[in-house]
């Protein structure tokens, strides 16, 4: 991994095994129906998926436009496990993984400046030069094609009865991105990233993505909510930002929490888009 003063690389707080990808997947699929929602496909559009990862939104936006998609995936073990997926769904054929990094996207010289759509999501936040990944996303586009940012501002969450220990949990947590030198408060800046990377900026708005007890899928928020936190843990106990009674503590406590009756969870997921100039 990089070291921190490495503005060329990337920082992924998260893991890619098995289990962090069986999350993932089950994140995705809460997720998925508002985003597509959102973007508001009208058939035909040609995409390009920034950080595709498991592919499932790459495969729907895919079935919605009716062009396969482009998915740019960094992780090989997403990208087999992307492929696995979609050869179990019968739709191998929707999306072209290809291997890369935001920063330098893998198109070829007749690709760039020939898609509709060029979208990322929860990238950005692990980038080290972010507006590097949008210019390139500007770049890929058509003249009046669109950009689309979906990432992270982490001091949107809010947790109702607040739960024991859980403020500086979240707190180091957030800091940990710093420490890696991301920027955990990214989404309140996909505005001005539009802006920077020569865009004209159309739409800001944002995505909710919070339960409360006694909804289906609310066990489901609240695992996602502390296997996120338990993957920086290495990251906050090197970095002296918390000690690991209190995170281990401050976990189960979360978890004890969710089996209360009023225990709710709001998150929005911050969403910016924009055109290209013609």
């Not at 060329?8 to 098995?18: C, D, M, Q, R, V």
């Not at 087999?80 to 739709?91: D, K, M």
């Not at 009046?144 to 403020?167: A, C, K, M, N, S």
Request: hydrophobic share 40%; charged share 25%; glycine share 8%.
């Amino acid at each position: 991994m990089a070291t921190a003063n490495d503005k060329s690389e990337s920082a992924y707080i998260h893991g890619t095994e098995p289990q962090e990808q069986a999350r993932l997947s089950l994140l995705n699929d809460l997720l998925n129906q508002r985003t597509v929602h959102e973007l508001n496909l009208q058939g035909g559009e040609r995409i390009l998926d920034v950080g595709s990862g498991l592919g499932q939104l790459s495969r729907t936006m895919a079935r919605l436009s009716g062009v396969p998609v482009i998915g740019v995936e960094r992780s090989g073990e997403q990208i087999a496990e992307a492929l696995r997926q979609a050869t179990a769904a019968g739709e191998r054929s929707l999306v072209a993984f290809r291997q890369g990094d935001a920063l330098q996207l893998p198109l070829s010289d007749d690709e760039w400046g020939s898609f509709d759509v060029a979208h990322t999501r929860f990238v950005l936040e692990h980038l080290r030069e972010p507006l590097c990944a949008v210019q390139a996303m500007v770049r890929a586009v058509k003249p009046g094609g669109r950009i689309v940012l979906e990432d992270d501002d982490h001091d949107l969450l809010r947790l109702f009865p607040q739960p024991p220990g859980f403020d500086a949990l979240w707190d180091a947590y957030q800091r940990s991105y710093s420490v890696l030198g991301n920027d955990a408060a990214i989404g309140r800046r996909l505005v001005s990233l539009l802006v920077e990377a020569g865009a004209e900026p159309t739409r800001n708005t944002f995505i909710f993505f919070g339960s409360c007890a006694g909804e289906p899928h609310f066990v489901h928020y609240v695992d996602n909510l502390a296997a996120v936190i338990q993957g920086a843990r290495v990251t906050v106990l090197a970095a002296n930002l918390l000690d690991a009674e209190s995170f281990d503590t401050a976990i189960l406590t979360l978890r004890s929490w969710s089996r209360e009756r009023d225990a709710t969870i709001w998150y929005a997921v911050s969403w910016a888009e924009g055109r290209r100039p013609r």
